[in-house]
């Protein structure tokens, strides 16, 4: 089974500056996915990056950064640059890699991201 | 059109009522599952479909039943439901093999009277 924890329910922050969201897991699988998705208020999930377990380096996505450590079994997103839409709730969530099967994901309870002007 | 579609998008039903959920994905997926998302509550997987064929139902009431006619279409069927019942429903398609990521339609926001 995979846990996905965010210890942060809610950060406010000051636009155009950096902000992390924390993320940590655990599997017990060797093989898996780590994911980070948006939710605006209007409620659609909105796909933002994503790291492999066996990638060496950081994933990256324009302003989005995934800092992922293995060991320790972190993947934190990092916002450079924030922007009033950047308000939302954000999701860490996790695949195992089953060899090809559908699993789905595995999702944390989220951080409520509020940027201020 | 392109993406993950769902409709309706709201839903207001009673507990005797019949309803259906639609999802449509126009990716080329050929996996599609359910979520519910309660209030406070991580999102919970619900079902998933793999090529058509239900591979997961994660102790989901009978209250709920799935259809996946093709991999492009999938149906949440309702029936008798609770009101604790009342959540955001996502649809979500992603490839069976590989490791990217599920994309998400907007979501039914269903209200149970």
């Known amino acids: 089974a995979q846990k996905i924890t965010q210890t942060q329910p809610g950060m406010f922050v000051q636009e155009k500056e950096a902000v992390t969201l924390d993320c940590t897991y655990d599997t017990s699988d060797p093989s898996y996915g780590l994911f980070w998705y948006k939710q605006p208020s209007s409620g659609e999930m909105i796909f933002l990056i994503y790291q492999g377990s066996y990638d060496q380096q950081n994933a990256t996505e324009g302003r989005y950064s995934l800092n992922f450590q293995k060991a320790r079994k972190s993947a934190n997103l990092v916002i450079s640059a924030s922007q009033l839409g950047d308000s939302a709730m954000y999701f860490c969530a996790m695949r195992p890699y089953s060899g090809g099967g559908a699993d789905g994901l595995t999702f944390g309870k989220g951080t409520h991201l509020i940027i201020q002007p | 059109e392109t993406g993950v579609t769902q409709t309706p998008r709201h839903l207001v039903m009673g507990m005797t009522n019949k309803k259906s959920l639609k999802c449509e994905q126009h990716?080329?997926?050929?996996?599609m599952y359910w979520y519910k998302q309660s209030a406070k509550k991580p999102l919970e997987l619900m079902f998933v479909?793999?090529?058509?064929?239900?591979?997961e139902n994660n102790s989901v009431p009978s209250r709920f039943s799935p259809e996946c006619p093709n991999s492009s279409h999938l149906f949440l069927h309702l029936h008798t439901l609770q009101p604790e019942d009342s959540a955001l429903y996502l649809c979500a398609s992603s490839q069976r093999t590989g490791m990217g990521g599920a994309f998400f339609g907007q979501g039914t926001r269903l209200t149970v009277v």
């Open positions: 990716l080329g997926h050929n996996a």
């Open positions: 479909y793999n090529f058509k064929e239900q591979t």
